[in-house]
């Protein structure tokens, strides 16, 4: 069965600073990787995914993760973040059978 | 397209009660999905479905129980409202790419 794992419950981070948001996977078969967003009382939004071919995937909103097999991860960066990203992040890895796994999410507060 | 709805946005219930919450996509997906999301757990798939007719458990689906009698409708029925079913229901269906469309959620109460 697949586990993913965001190691950051929260993540402060000043406005026009960088940020990263870790997201490790564990799975035995090919796996797609996903990033979702979710603003306060709305649903999740799909920000950037991994199915094959290039490692470095970009989003929108500026973000973009790499995919790192041998890590076993697929961490979200930002290179200058702003205070409309302040959100919940999900990470989430598919792979038979069309269903997700989520991970617990990371609540990123930028301050001013 | 409106893409994934869901109604209502808000419920309470009492203990014991029952409901359904409506989830109704307009993109001819055949793959829809039920999760559930409470503070720090992430989501948690409750029931899917691969096609009209066709339904199967997720990973939490004990008080839940489903139907899909036609492509564009999946509700979620809540025979018994008990206190542990308090939480925001999210209804998700699947596109060719994988990545799956979320609704905006149902925020359940039960006291």
């Known amino acids: 069965a697949q586990s993913v794992t965001q190691l950051d419950s929260q993540v402060p981070v000043f406005e026009e600073a960088p940020v990263e948001l870790r997201c490790n996977y564990s799975s035995s078969v090919s796996v797609y990787l996903f990033w979702y967003v979710q603003y306060p009382n709305q649903g999740l939004q799909l920000l950037l995914k991994y199915l094959s071919g290039s490692t470095l995937v970009k989003g929108i909103n500026g973000f973009e993760a790499e995919f790192n097999k041998s890590q076993t991860s697929f961490h979200l960066r930002k290179p200058s973040v702003h205070i409309s990203d302040t959100a919940e992040y999900f990470c989430?890895?598919?792979?038979?059978?069309?269903?997700?796994?989520f991970g617990t999410g990371t609540q990123l507060k930028v301050e001013l | 397209n409106a893409g994934v709805t869901q109604t209502p946005k808000f419920r309470i219930l009492k203990i014991g009660q029952s409901m359904t919450l409506q989830c109704t996509q307009d993109m001819n997906h055949n793959y829809m999905y039920w999760y559930r999301q409470d503070p720090g757990m992430g989501l948690k798939l409750i029931y899917y479905s691969v096609g009209a007719g066709i339904t199967d458990k997720g990973e939490v689906p004990n008080g839940y129980n489903v139907s899909r009698s036609t492509t564009e409708d999946f509700p979620l029925r809540l025979e018994l409202a008990a206190p542990s079913q308090t939480s925001v229901y999210f209804c998700?269906?699947?596109?060719?790419?994988?990545?799956?469309?979320f609704g905006p959620g149902t925020r359940l109460t039960v006291t």
């Open positions: 998700a269906s699947i596109a060719g790419g994988l990545e799956q469309y």
């Open positions: 989430a890895a598919g792979g038979g059978g069309n269903k997700l796994t």
